[in-house]
């Protein structure tokens, strides 16, 4: 059993990569009034327990992290209803999708990587 430890809020989604070597989890922080606010994600290695990265930029909570299937980018889905497409391997954010009138719940790549549905 390993803790990762790293959030300093509420957890709401933890993923497996694709070859099963690093884990993703997203969070937020509750404000108060009903209001969330810096949502973020983690990138765990799981053979050390070492946080590889800590992905900022969703300005509220992050509720769905979903892994590429060929594992090399990650998308996060948030209550500032945008999604992020991060590249898993340097950290760096690749695009933001807007659009959506309210909060984004889940997010998933087509089998093929292609798509974000």
Known sequence: ???LKGHSWIVTS???SPDGTK???GSGRYSGGGHWSAGEV???DLASGTKLAQLGGHSSLVNSVV???EGTK?????????VKIWNALTGELISTLK???NWVNSVDWSP??????
């Open 1 to 3: 059993i390993l803790t």
């Open 14 to 16: 933890v993923v497996w």
């Open 23 to 25: 884990l993703a989890s």
């Open 42 to 44: 983690f990138i765990w």
């Open 67 to 69: 892994w590429s299937p």
């Open 74 to 82: 990650l998308a996060s889905a948030s209550f500032d209803r945008t």
């Open 99 to 101: 659009g959506h009138s």
């Open 112 to 117: 093929d990587g292609t798509k974000l549905a």
